[in-house]
């Protein structure tokens, strides 16, 4: 009975977290922002459900499968990662966001102008597919 209620509260969790990262991704403004929400709460979504898993197969006295724990190692490692990775992508590619830059981060200017980078217009890279310059092959 005590197993039942915390596979169900763990369930729930996890359906809540899951839930509120996708609202988050459909909601929030801007590329960073939108970042943020799957990487945080959903991966703590997927592992509350894993953990009620576990819990329940554990407490049906079945033979030990590594399943969730493989699968939370996996999530809890390339998560953070492909997190980094896309916010790298979007700061080479100066992606507007709107977030001011903090203070701690502008340089003085002598002048009184703002030392942060100003976004590009197209947003995108800096050449056009048909504007590449090829090396030439020797």
Same mark, same amino acid.
């Given at each position: 009975m005590l197993t039942d209620t915390l596979v169900a509260?763990?369930?729930l969790l996890g359906a809540a977290f899951t839930l509120i990262g996708s609202i988050?991704?459909?909601? @929030?403004?801007?590329?960073?922002? !939108? $970042?943020h929400g799957p990487t945080k709460s959903t991966t703590l979504g997927v592992g509350g459900m894993l953990a009620a898993s576990a819990l329940y197969f554990a407490a049906q006295g079945a033979t030990t499968h590594p399943t969730?724990?493989?699968v939370a190692l996996f999530l809890f490692m390339t998560t953070p990662v492909s997190a980094h990775? @896309?916010?790298?992508?979007?700061? !080479? $590619?100066r992606l507007d966001s709107l977030a001011p830059v903090?203070?701690?981060?502008?340089q003085e200017r002598t002048d009184g102008r703002d030392?942060?980078?100003a976004p590009r217009a197209s947003g995108?890279?800096?050449?056009?597919?048909?504007?590449?310059?090829?090396?030439?092959?020797?």
């Open positions: 509260a763990l369930i988050g991704l459909a909601s @929030l403004p801007d590329f960073f922002c !939108r $970042l969730e724990l493989l990775l @896309l916010a790298k992508a979007a700061l !080479r $590619l903090p203070e701690r981060f502008r030392s942060a980078p995108g890279a800096s050449r056009r597919a048909s504007e590449q310059v090829i090396p030439k092959a020797r």
